[in-house]
């Protein structure tokens, strides 16, 4: 398996988890942030809803904080409807924490909760059903099941709104096209993000950040026997 490179001061789940392992002290902790973006995409522009978790503690007394994207979801079939990218960004955001906790990281277990966006949440659980992450798959391909995936990789350009003020983002998305089961469908991720003003100091660590995590799931495609052809940013 290669091995993984450590990044200081961290910016992923997994940096946290390897500085733990090498004997650093290492505190955590997650706020949410939940903010509405336009994004422009394939010519065709559309506002949704970005899942962000901020990670900030401090390893060996040295603070730290990053933000990971956990879903995206809007109101029509552009992408994933609000009430799934919910459910979408906690199942992630659950594994990250099992992880940390698996690692030696004590972690206050909060979830996503949107009551003023989904007054419905319940109904609009039972009209779209349980939702299917990727490691859903991963386990089916575990299984025996043949799992075949296609990987699309996108720099989505994206406006956020907060606090009065816009920002400018650029998202490194995966597109996951998955066939199993005699079904074929769909599942987002974003991989990193970077403010578009800061492309020149920032661009390069980001897509780095997007293909190290892409490189740690396809150790787990293969392990899995998932059919696929690696792609990288």
Same mark, same amino acid.
């Given at each position: ?186 599942? $987002? *991720?974003?991989?990193?993000? #970077?403010? =578009? ?5 920032? &661009?390069? !660590? /980001?897509?780095?950040?997007?293909? $190290? *995590?892409?490189?740690?799931? #396809?150790? =787990? ?5 998932? &059919?696929? !052809? /690696?792609?990288?940013?």
């Amino acid at each position: 398996m290669e091995q993984a490179t450590t990044h200081f001061p961290p910016n992923r789940v997994t940096d946290l988890i390897l500085l733990k392992k090498s004997g650093s002290s290492v505190t955590c902790r997650v706020s949410f942030e939940i903010l509405p973006v336009e994004f422009a995409h394939r010519n065709n522009p559309f506002q949704a809803f970005i899942f962000l978790s901020r990670y900030a503690g401090d390893v060996d007394g040295r603070e730290y904080n990053f933000r990971k994207c956990y879903a995206r979801g809007c109101p029509h079939n552009l992408c994933p409807h609000v009430s799934q990218a919910v459910m979408i960004a906690n199942r992630y955001l659950q594994r990250d924490f099992r992880r940390l906790e698996e690692g030696g990281i004590d972690i206050e277990r909060r979830l996503f909760s949107l009551p003023d966006m989904m007054v419905k949440y319940d109904q609009a659980h039972e009209e779209y059903g349980s939702v299917m992450a990727i490691h859903d798959y991963i386990n089916l391909a575990r299984e025996g099941n043949d799992v075949s995936i296609e990987i699309n990789l996108e720099h989505v350009t994206a406006v956020e709104h907060f606090a009065n003020t816009t920002n400018a983002q650029i998202f490194l998305m995966v597109d996951f096209v998955i066939t199993s089961l005699g079904k074929t469908s769909r599942i $987002e *991720r974003c991989l990193a993000c #970077y403010p =578009e003003t800061r492309a020149q100091e920032e &661009k390069i !660590e /980001k897509v780095n950040i997007a293909n $190290e *995590r892409l490189k740690l799931l #396809y150790e =787990e495609f293969e392990q899995a026997s998932v &059919k696929y !052809e /690696k792609n990288f940013f």
